[in-house]
Every structure is written in structure tokens, then in C-alpha cells.
């Protein structure tokens, strides 16, 4: 399977895992884009044969860092996703979903950084713990020890809105 073929096949996981990074849509759009941008451009540094989805997770989360720092130096600020999400919206099941997906938003935007992503790899993104451990360039204990956090203070938020 030709590269572009497969990075095609990964938009989809690749658009999810930006959203549990930036969650305003169009952050992670802009997130997605860049990511596809680098790896185009360092296409020849993936090794055939090697996990093209972990490569790709890496260096979106080295996009997302590049853009968190110019972001805090900037002083940036953006409106949140819940200010939009419900506008020319009148079926009561989606309306309901949304709710759903944006109370699981916000408690997973409550996490911190390192939990949210071991979070996202795993649970949303399906990575094996070693796969995410990986990526995140952290020994397998420590991705588990933050998943285990991350999935605690997930179903305290949850189930305090539920």
C-alpha cells in the first residue's frame, strides 16, 4: 500500500486524536493539517514496515506542543467549543449526544495534559500501552500509572453528571 494510502486511512483516528488534544474543532483541523504537512514533508524518516499510525500520533503531538508554546507566548485565547455546538440543531437525539460528547469534553479537557493523552492513545485511539508508551516516549509504567489516574478522575466527572 502506497504511503499517501495509508495516511488517507489514518484521517479519520488521526482528526480524533487532534480533538482530544485541541477540542475546538477548528484548532484541531488546523492541528490535523499540520501534522499531514510535517509528514509529507519528512516522508522519507518512516520506515516501512513500522506502525505508520504511532509515527503519525508523534508528530502530532509534537505539532500540538509547538502550537501550545507559540499559543501561551502569543497570549492567545479561543472561544470554546460549547459556544457553538448546538446552533441549527433541533433533533432531540443529537441534541442529546451532543450533550453526552460535550460532558465527556469537558471531563477530559479537566485532565492534565499527560493524562488526557495516555487517555486519548489508549481508551479513544485503541494503541496497545506499549504503542502509547511509545509515542509519548515514556517508560510503559508511567503510561499506565497516568491512564489509571486519567480513568479515575473520568468516571468521578462523569458520574458527577450523570
Excluded: H
Excluded at 17 to 45: G, N
Excluded at 66 to 85: H, L, M, N, Q, Y
Aim: net charge neutral.
Amino acid at each position: 500500500m502506497r504511503f499517501e494510502d495509508e495516511l488517507i486511512g489514518l484521517l479519520p483516528r488521526l482528526r480524533r486524536f487532534a480533538r482530544s488534544l485541541a477540542f475546538a474543532p477548528a484548532d484541531a483541523d488546523d492541528l490535523c493539517q499540520a501534522t499531514i504537512e510535517r509528514a509529507l514533508k519528512s516522508r522519507d524518516q518512516w520506515q516501512p514496515g513500522t506502525r505508520l499510525d504511532s509515527w503519525m500520533y508523534r508528530i502530532m503531538r509534537n505539532a500540538w506542543i509547538d502550537t501550545a508554546r507559540a499559543s501561551k507566548r502569543r497570549g492567545e485565547t479561543f472561544v470554546a467549543a460549547e459556544a457553538g455546538e448546538s446552533i441549527g440543531d433541533a433533533g432531540d437525539r443529537a441534541i442529546e449526544a451532543r450533550v453526552e460528547l460535550g460532558n465527556v469534553g469537558r471531563a477530559m479537557a479537566m485532565l492534565p495534559p499527560d493524562q488526557r493523552e495516555a487517555v486519548a492513545l489508549v481508551l479513544v485511539e485503541g494503541l496497545a500501552y506499549k504503542e502509547a508508551a511509545m509515542v509519548l516516549e515514556i517508560p510503559m509504567g508511567t503510561l499506565t500509572s497516568r491512564l489509571v489516574r486519567g480513568r479515575e478522575a473520568l468516571m468521578r466527572t462523569l458520574g458527577e453528571a450523570a
